[in-house]
T-cell receptor
Framework: DTEVTQTPKHLVMGMTNKKSLKCEQH?????MYWYKQKAKKPPELMFV???????INESVPSRFSPECPNSSLLNLHLHALQPEDSALYLC????????????FGPGTRLTVL | KQEVTQIPAALSVPEGENLVLNCSFTDSAIYNLQWFRQDPGKGLTSLLLIQSSQREQTSGRLNASLDKSSGRSTLYIAASQPGDSATYLCAVTSDNYGQNFVFGPGTRLSVLP
């Protein structure tokens, strides 16, 4: 099973809302990633968790708060977002170390009004 | 800082042609290189992972080569089909754990029937 699932598929929220994105994998991977992708642009790395610990934070604003409650789950908590945060949010997972082939989920399309 | 470029930005070919997509990176000290395809509005599908010690990888009609010293990788697609139409992205990692993936801007491929 090489599937990464993400919920919800679509999310519309106001600038004062609090919402969460969820990602799950059952491949036994111990590295999990959040990416942001704007239209016609490549994915940009936001956060990496390695063995459930935050290992990379690419200077992401604090209105995005990641959480890795266990080795299969990754959450992204959203609060006080701006319209420019509207994008496709992608989750991925991989083994730690070689081979670190990344597997991506289908993404959550986020619209901030 | 690692920078990744891809040429061409877009490509339109008739069905059955063999084609080559190019990926270049500025820092040759990479951990791995991975090729993906992305259909509009969808997540990324892994095509091939080339570890830094390897020169090429093959999967079906796809062949990817890696020349670390020149900072280049090519993806060769044989006998192209309309179903191959998608955006193709390469990504490299240069950190010690192979987790900080940097993506190229992608090549948008259209295969015409």
């Amino acid at each position: 099973d090489t599937e990464v699932t993400q919920t919800p598929k679509h999310l519309v929220m106001g600038m004062t809302n609090k919402k969460s994105l969820k990602c799950e994998q059952h491949m036994g991977h111990r590295a999990m990633y959040w990416y942001k992708q704007k239209a016609k642009k490549p994915p940009e790395l936001m956060f990496v968790y390695s063995y459930e610990k935050l290992s990379i934070n690419e200077s992401v604003p604090s209105r995005f708060s990641p959480e890795c409650p266990n080795s299969s789950l990754l959450n992204l908590h959203l609060h006080a977002l701006q319209p420019e945060d509207s994008a496709l949010y992608l989750c991925a997972s991989s083994q730690v170390g070689n081979p670190n082939e990344q597997f991506f989920g289908p993404g959550t399309r986020l619209t901030v009004l | 800082k690692q920078e990744v470029t891809q040429i061409p930005a877009a490509l339109s070919v008739p069905e059955g042609e063999n084609l080559v997509l190019n990926c270049s990176f500025t820092d040759s000290a990479i951990y791995n290189l991975q090729w993906f395809r992305q259909d509009p509005g969808k997540g990324l599908t892994s095509l091939l992972l080339i570890q830094s010690s390897q020169r090429e990888q093959t999967s079906g009609r796809l062949n990817a080569s890696l020349d670390k010293s020149s900072g280049r990788s090519t993806l060769y697609i044989a006998a192209s089909q309309p179903g191959d139409s998608a955006t193709y992205l390469c990504a490299v990692t240069s950190d010690n754990y192979g987790q900080n993936f940097v993506f190229g801007p992608g090549t948008r491929l259209s295969v015409l029937p």
